[in-house]
T-cell receptor, first 114, second 117 residues
């Protein structure tokens, strides 16, 4: 079975540009999570969705970040405008259950903002 | 200037030895715990989980122990192999005193495991 699929795997862009990260969760998983991983802060939850509806976005750093889930098989995380401090690895994960089943992670998008 | 990052605990073992990775969690009401393995350039990979009504669970070559009294979790890897070299994370699913799940995982900082042939 296909796991969580993220694209692109790597993104390098100049500050001020819009960045869009994409995620396809595992089919049948009702929960989708976006994380950011940095050396400074480790793995942080940004936002999560249940049945395509955002449930908790308290981890979203600021208004430059937005996430959508237009349907059960696709989600985006957008940064506009991007800044060098946004450089990190962004992971998407999905789960069939809220908090009592393992989340399954994609291989991430390594984002570098110059 | 020099950047300061997380200083992850490290564990170095010889191939064939048993490894024990420890984790302290923060929320006494947490009811579900997971261990993940993360290799370079990849996302965290599920290893094993345990619910708070258990104190031990075994998988293939791995065992997770949960001590709720001291809020401590450990991962034991038997006959460690070079392919086990990775960063290992524990994660807890928090809940409030009434048992309602927060629905999201909080990850530890991770432990770097290095296995020498």
């Amino acid at each position: 079975d296909a796991g969580v699929i993220q694209s692109p795997r790597h993104e390098v862009t100049e500050m001020g540009q819009e960045v869009t990260l994409r995620c396809k969760p595992i089919s049948g998983h009702d929960y989708l999570f976006w994380y950011r991983q940095t050396m400074m802060r480790g793995l942080e939850l940004l936002i999560y969705f249940n049945n395509n509806v955002p449930i908790d976005d308290s981890g979203m750093p600021e208004d430059r970040f937005s996430a959508k889930m237009p349907n059960a098989s696709f989600s985006t995380l957008k940064i506009q405008p991007s800044e060098p401090r946004d450089s990190a690895v962004y992971f998407c994960a999905s789960s069939p259950d809220r908090g009592r089943q393992p989340q399954h992670f994609g291989d991430g998008t390594r984002l570098s903002i110059l | 200037g020099e950047s300061v990052g997380l200083h992850l605990p490290t564990l170095s073992v010889q191939e064939g030895d048993n490894s024990i990775i420890n984790c302290a969690y923060s929320n006494s009401a947490s009811d579900y715990f997971i261990w993940y393995k993360q290799e370079s350039g990849k996302g965290p990979q599920f290893i094993i989980d345990i619910r708070s009504n258990m104190d031990k669970r075994q998988g293939q070559r791995v065992t997770v122990l949960l001590n709720k009294t001291v809020k401590h979790l450990s991962l034991q890897i038997a006959a460690t192999q070079p392919g086990d070299s990775a960063v290992y994370f524990c994660a807890e699913n928090g809940a409030n005193a009434g048992g309602t799940s927060y629905g999201k995982l909080t990850f530890g900082q991770g432990t770097i495991l290095t296995v020498h042939p």
